[in-house]
T-cell receptor, first 113, second 118 residues
């Protein structure tokens, strides 16, 4: 499975932008880049996903490098509710006949008031 | 209405017992999943069903047996529970099947079922 590398933790202040990096140097041409987050004691929650072009939605923006070997999740104004573990995931061909999401360790984001 | 609901939320049991966790989704999705999150917080896929058919079966002991009576339900039965089975089990669903495309769209997760084996 193609792997991703994320910092273990990051800190931000409330109402400031947050840029969460992710490296995926072994990404293949068919791998989508997904971001999920997991708030304490909850299930993971979808944030955004993309293939090649930058993506925006109501929660965040996803900036994908031109060579696709890295991406950045951008939270435009962090709130206390954004404190969570953020997972950068590739939906890769599993070697069988299907695709799957393989979660890594993620980045623990702390938001200071 | 909860989109993906799991029961029970907490389960404490003795080694050697058999237990089940139930999952239901009201999103009309075709594909459902079971994930396991261990004490180190790694989230690993266990099984996936598409329209009641098993399509992903990771290296999971035979003691774990998923059952999908219909596409809205995916239950997980665990026989002869061991200490190492203690974890949080998450059910999830998606509209599309990972058989057909890498972009299965959004996965919707339940709130998890915390299993503690004593």
């Amino acid at each position: 499975d193609a792997k991703t590398t994320q910092p273990n933790s990051m800190e931000s202040n409330e109402e400031e932008p947050v840029h969460l990096p992710c490296n995926h140097s072994t990404i293949s041409g068919t791998d989508y880049i997904h971001w999920y987050r997991q708030l304490p004691s909850q299930g993971p929650e979808y944030v955004i996903h993309g293939l090649t072009s930058n993506v925006n939605n109501r929660m965040a923006s996803l900036a994908i490098a031109e060579d696709r070997k890295s991406s950045t999740l951008i939270l435009h104004r962090a709130t206390l509710r954004d404190a969570a573990v953020y997972y950068c995931i590739l939906s890769g061909f599993s070697g069988g006949s299907n695709y799957k999401l393989t979660f890594g360790k993620g980045t623990l984001l702390t938001v200071n008031p | 209405d909860t989109a993906v609901s799991q029961t029970p939320k907490y389960l404490v049991t003795q080694m050697g017992n058999d237990k089940s966790i139930k999952c239901e989704q009201n999103l009309g999705h075709d594909t459902m999943y079971w994930y396991k999150q261990d004490s180190k917080k790694f989230l690993k896929i266990m099984f996936s069903y598409n329209n009641k058919e098993l399509i992903i079966n990771e290296t999971v002991p035979n003691r774990f047996s998923p059952k999908s009576p219909d596409k809205a339900h995916l239950n997980l039965h665990i026989n002869s529970l061991e200490l190492g089975d203690s974890a949080v089990y998450f059910c999830a669903s998606s509209q599309d099947s990972p058989l057909r495309r890498a972009d299965t769209g959004e996965l919707f997760f339940g709130e998890g079922s915390r299993l503690t084996v004593l």
